[in-house]
């Protein structure tokens, strides 16, 4: 009876239960490999895998686990066992974490320093492009002659470096944003299949040309002035709009002239011999009659 019980709680809660979170940062350093987990999982346990690349039939081999590294709570995992099992030592290393029969996707190892299969290269970042430069004469190279190349793979930090360039030895990657920082990450291609542990990513920012630096500067200037200049005159609109009519009032000027005295307009005065009249010659009283 509690045996059932118990099944009753515990079973739907495994099936429910979502896988866990795969590991992070995963690196290898002289053969130690290293990840992190997902600080919010807990009750995980880790399984590192590796896969040998088998020249004769131009392929990477199937994954297999690595010894003792099966279903371990640690960080961390000694792999050296797996150097001798495969040509220059090319192989490709994945981690997984585990709970409760579920799994996480298994995520890929990259070379912290490299090795004779995992090249090593410096970046030069230019104005629009960042140059990767690789060299042409590694083991590697030189045992699988015109068969093998490097693969680069770059793109924006923070984003999937999903575009790449192949080439033999250095590469320039052109057309990219100025003021951008732009990642890489290189592998070793055998015909049409990556080899080996690629690369940890390196990241470089694209310098700004000198020109649009220029109007960078200019830019930030004008938004400045704007910010200062502005305030100040809408504080004059506001409150000090007739002290601004004032001083906006162009200088005023008198004019002597208008002190002088207005003379009054000459009337023409008509001489009485141009006048038409009677002459009257006696006066003498009128009694009114009532």
Not at 96 to 110: D, F, I, L, P, Y
């Amino acid at each position: 009876m509690l045996l059932g019980v118990l099944c009753i709680l515990f079973v739907p809660q495994v099936f429910s239960e979502a896988p866990p979170a795969p590991p992070q940062d995963i690196q290898v350093d002289n053969w130690l490999l290293r990840w992190s987990p997902d600080p919010d999982d807990g009750d995980v346990t880790f399984t590192a895998q590796y896969s040998r690349f088998l020249q004769q039939c131009n392929i990477n081999g199937v994954w297999t686990d690595v010894p003792y590294c099966v279903h371990t709570s640690l960080n961390s995992c000694n792999v050296s066992s797996i150097k001798a099992r495969s040509e220059y030592d090319c192989v490709m290393l994945r981690v997984r974490a585990e709970r409760h029969g579920k799994n996480s996707t298994s995520v890929q190892a990259c070379s912290k320093h490299g090795h004779l299969c995992t090249p090593d290269f410096n970046l030069t970042a230019r104005p629009g492009s960042l140059t990767v430069h690789l060299s042409r004469n590694t083991p590697f190279l030189r045992e699988h002659a015109n068969h093998a190349k490097y693969r680069v793979y770059y793109g924006k930090k923070g984003e999937a470096l999903q575009d790449y360039k192949d080439g033999l030895a250095s590469v320039t990657i052109d057309e990219l944003q100025e003021g951008q920082r732009y990642c890489t990450r290189v592998q070793y291609l055998y015909h049409k299949n990556t080899v080996g542990l690629p690369t940890c990513t390196q990241c470089e920012l694209i310098p700004e040309s000198d020109s649009r630096r220029t109007v960078t500067i200019v830019s930030l200037v004008l938004v400045g002035v704007l910010l200062l200049v502005f305030p100040v005159i809408a504080y004059f609109f506001l409150f000090q709009r007739g002290r601004l009519k004032r001083w906006l009032q162009p200088p005023y000027t008198f004019r002597v002239h208008l002190l002088e005295p207005i003379l009054e307009p000459f009337l023409p005065i008509h001489s009485s011999t141009e006048e038409h009249y009677d002459v009257i010659t006696s006066m003498s009283p009128v009694e009114l009659r009532e």
